[in-house]
């Protein structure tokens, strides 16, 4: 019985971030812009990303946390959405923007640099906020976390 409540109070404990419960900040000239997210933690997160997705809301993404700034690559392959990719410092300082990238696509996407995390929301959403280099995103990874 115990092993049972133990394994619901795990499972309980992981779904809200696994269904989008969580949310990050994003700071531009336009303002402030929150977004519902889903935080990619682990190498399985990560690696299944957004993939065989048909839709995500206005106002979601997924944030991949590398736990370490290091050079990245990402790549589009079976997903349907078309994306902006925000490569992010660990101080939550945007260091680059991919903006729509090409659903499908087994290119390489670089980071151009070594970065903590990269947060994917719909393609255009980070025009349509102002989005630029130098921006910042709070979110509890980064060490801007209030």
Avoid: K
């Amino acid at each position: 019985m115990t092993r049972l409540v133990l394994a619901l109070l795990v499972f309980c404990l992981a779904v809200p971030a696994a269904l989008g419960d969580d949310t990050v900040e994003i700071e531009t000239a336009t303002g402030n812009h929150v977004f519902t997210i889903e935080l990619a933690d682990t190498p399985q997160l990560r690696q299944r990303g957004l993939m065989f997705r048909q839709h995500m809301a206005a106002d979601h993404g997924m944030l991949f946390d590398f736990e370490r700034d290091q050079e990245i690559s990402m790549w589009m392959q079976n997903t349907y959405i078309p994306l902006d990719m925000i490569f992010i410092l660990s101080d939550g300082t945007v260091h680059r923007i991919e903006r729509d990238t090409t659903p499908f696509s087994t290119r390489s996407i670089h980071s151009r640099g070594p970065v903590r995390s990269v947060l994917e929301v719909n393609a255009g959403r980070s025009a349509e906020i102002g989005l630029r280099p130098g921006d910042t995103v709070r979110h509890r990874i980064f060490s801007n976390a209030d």
